[in-house]
Every structure is written in structure tokens, then in C-alpha cells.
């Protein structure tokens, strides 16, 4: 959220000689996760809040949604206005299978102001599928696995996808299946967007869920910590997830190519292979621009040693421990780092990392 205190008005000196009271507009601006994202169609929330101090009404000539395919959408790129505080608009006519950024704006007659910290500058990918005329309860996604439930159906719904039912489920719903160790190979997850800690701590499941749909969701932390998960999870559409924190966390199991996963939209991998003896696979083309804590993402990773030169970290601000104790050895020294302010222990305790490593101007490693 972004507060900022808006002088519009001057002094005035009265007949009475005393001072009237600047008028003052504070503006509060957040920017929440987009839904209903489709193919070509997404809804934007926000929330613009006014508190007009001395004013008769509000300066705000005009506020709501500036969106782009740039990290920093502004005005003059796509607008959509829409008054009141609690806000949504629909847009449409987006490209397939692309990523956009927004945000929220509100302008005054002193300045154009915006929602412009990370975490409030929001981004979401367009889907790849059409989703079939006459859908009823769920279909196949276009890379023949995926299971995805129609825009008309309901949580509880059941359909059927070459002979096997598949119910819709909520994230509740999911939790109760997941502690009653029941079946969960065959629900259709399009309706979740939260995952924190689904398997957290449990060294039973190991069910085969390649089929889930979360293209939905925005939060996988701690999902697999110190789990007994260890299946291919490859297709999964990551597209709009945002927390990655201690994914893998301690997980002595999970080693399955994740590769082509799309990252894009992640901001948050700290501690996401921390203490995972068993992962080692190519994660070189991930596109990590958005990512800004990457603090002991490897610590005490035992196994990983693959290429990470392809890395774009240079949004990245906390690198803390994040090769400590780990099996690393690879060259990384052109990363670009100069917005790392902490580094403490980068390759504490790796012996073996012989091959060049970044070169920090803001912290010593």
C-alpha cells in the first residue's frame, strides 16, 4: 500500500488574520492479484482509498488501472478508470499466453501517483487453452493432461474426462481429502488459489497429482516441506504464482524436472531448496526477473549443482546464505547483483566452488 499526503491548497490569510487549514488529500493505493483470467480477458482489483483533510471534495481529477506488458505501467500505456475505493474493471481483447502488469493509479492537480512498490505492481499471463463450446462441468487442457473446470461450473461438480470422474474442489475441500488420506489423484483444482503448506511435514503422500490445474494459484509456500512427495509435477501452470518461500524445504525425495516451468511471475524463493538432498535438475531457463528474495535458497542444498549463468537476478535484494553448506559449483560470475544490500554468507562453508561467483558492491558475501 502506498500513503501519500497531498498538499492542494496554500495558506489563505482571513479577515480575521487567522490561517485557514491546508487542505490535504491522503491517498491510499493497493493493487491486488488479478482473477478470472482468461484466455483473452482478465479482471484487475484494487483498492483507492481518499481521506480528504480539510477539502470540501476530493482533488482526484481521475484514478483506477494502468496496464501494460512493461514491468512499470503508466499513463499514456492502457487506462481504465473506475471510481469509488473498493475497485474491479474486466479487460479484454488481450493477446493468448502473455504476460501484462498493472497497477493503480489516482492523479490530482499536484501529481500523477501510482502503487509502485514491488509487490504492488501485479502481473498475470493470459491462458493458452479456448475453453471448448458447450463445456459443461470440466475438459482437457491443450497439453493433453491438465484437467480444467468450465467457466459455468461449481465447486462439487463431477465430470467426466476418458472414463474418469473428476470433482471440483475447493481449497477446503482439498485440505480435508489431503488429511483423511484420501484419493486426490482425480479432483480438478482449478477453483484454489492458496497451497501454502498443503503437504507440509507429510511423509505419506506420494499420489500421482500431474492432472491439477493451478494456473490459479498465486501462493505455493512451504507446499512440500519436508514431504515425501516425488512426482512429475512438469506440466504444471505456475504462470500466476507469486510465493515459491521453502517450496522444496527439506524435502529428501522430490527430484523431478521442473524446468520449463514458467516463474515469471515469482517474487519470493527464499529457502525454496533449503536442505533438499535429492534435487538436481536444469533450472537455467527460468525466468526470474520479478524475483527479489533469493536468502538461503540453496543453504545446505546437498545434491543441486546445475547451471544458473542464464539468471536474471538483477531485481534480486536479499541473497543471504544462498549457497551456504550447499554442493554448488557452478559459474555465475556475470550475474548482475548491484541491487543486493544482503549477501552475508553467499558461499559460506563450499570448498568446492572453485569457478567464478558474482562480484558484490553493496554487501560483502
Known amino acids: 500500500m502506498k500513503k501519500l499526503l497531498i498538499l492542494c491548497a496554500f495558506l489563505v490569510l482571513a479577515c480575521s488574520s487567522d490561517y485557514e487549514l491546508l487542505c490535504v488529500d491522503e491517498v491510499s493505493l493497493s493493487t491486488f492479484p488479478a482473477t478470472n483470467v482468461t484466455r483473452t480477458s482478465a479482471t484487475l482489483n484494487g483498492l483507492i482509498s481518499t481521506a480528504s483533510i480539510n477539502c470540501d471534495t476530493t482533488t482526484t481529477q481521475r484514478q483506477g488501472f494502468v496496464y501494460s506488458r512493461q514491468r512499470q505501467p503508466v499513463i499514456g500505456d492502457f487506462e481504465i478508470n473506475s471510481a469509488g475505493d473498493s475497485i474491479n474493471s ?3 481483447n488481450l493477446e493468448p499466453n502473455t504476460a501484462y502488469y498493472f497497477r493503480t493509479f489516482a492523479i490530482n492537480p499536484v501529481a500523477d501517483l501510482y502503487a509502485d512498490k514491488d509487490e504492488e505492481i501485479r502481473r498475470f499471463v493470459t491462458h493458452v487453452d479456448d475453453v471448448p463450446t458447450n463445456c459443461d462441468v470440466v475438459y482437457l487442457g491443450e497439453n493433453g493432461i491438465t484437467i480444467k473446470a468450465c467457466e459455468s461450473a461449481n465447486v462439487g461438480d463431477v ?3 476418458n472414463g474418469v470422474e473428476y470433482t471440483i474442489v475447493s481449497e477446503l475441500n482439498l485440505r480435508q481429502r489431503i488429511i483423511d488420506n484420501a484419493d486426490i489423484s482425480s479432483v480438478c483444482t482449478s477453483r484454489v488459489t492458496q497451497m501454502e503448506k498443503l503437504f507440509y511435514q507429510n511423509d505419506v503422500f506420494n499420489q500421482d497429482i500431474s492432472t491439477w490445474d493451478v494456473s490459479n494459484v498465486i501462493s505455493m509456500s512451504q507446499m512440500f516441506e519436508e514431504s515425501a512427495f516425488n512426482q512429475d509435477i512438469s506440466n504444471w501452470d505456475v504462470r500466476n504464482l507469486t510465493d515459491m ?7 529428501s525425495a522430490f ?19 533449503q536442505g533438499n538432498s535429492a534435487f538436481n535438475q536444469p533450472i537455467n531457463n527460468w525466468d526470474v526477473a520479478s524475483v527479489d528474495e533469493m536468502w538461503y535458497m540453496f543453504f545446505n542444498a546437498s545434491n543441486f549443482n546445475q547451471p544458473l549463468g542464464n539468471w536474471n537476478v538483477s531485481g534480486v535484494n536479499n541473497m543471504y546464505s544462498m549457497f551456504s553448506g550447499s554442493s554448488f559449483n557452478q559459474d555465475i560470475g556475470n550475474w548482475d547483483v548491484s541491487n543486493v544490500l544482503q549477501c552475508d554468507g553467499f558461499s559460506y562453508n563450499t570448498p568446492q566452488w572453485t569457478l567464478p561467483q558474482p562480484y558484490f558492491t553493496s554487501c560483502i558475501p
Open 245 to 251: 518461500y521453502a517450496m522444496f524445504k527439506d524435502n
Open 255 to 273: 527430484n523431478q524436472p521442473i524446468g520449463d516451468w514458467n516463474v515469471g511471475s515469482v517474487n519470493k524463493m527464499g529457502r525454496m531448496f
Open 159 to 161: 465430470g467426466t474426462i
Open 90 to 92: 474486466t479487460i479484454e
